[in-house]
């Protein structure tokens, strides 16, 4: 049987947060997505809509927070 790891709103956040993105701990899905959109819309962050492209290739695997989060902030806004 194969387990797959599902992309919660922590991993969601890491992967932000790698991509340089100031984010608190613990902050829900939609907070991170409001904030690096935000970030975005400021200065640019290298690496977001390819984050976004390769994380929305995986909705299954998704918690239903995170996608979300992302429909709603990422999704119209890196557009």
């Given at each position: ?59 299954d ?19």
């Amino acid at each position: 049987m194969m387990i797959a790891e599902l992309i919660d709103g922590d991993d969601f956040r890491a992967r932000l947060v790698a991509l340089g993105i100031r984010i608190p701990e613990g902050a829900c899905p939609e907070t991170c997505a409001r904030m690096a959109l935000r970030k975005h819309a400021e200065v640019g962050v290298l690496g977001l809509q390819e984050l976004v492209r390769e994380l929305m290739q995986h909705t299954d695997m998704m918690l239903p927070s995170v996608r979300q989060a992302i429909e709603r902030y990422l999704l119209p806004g890196l557009r």
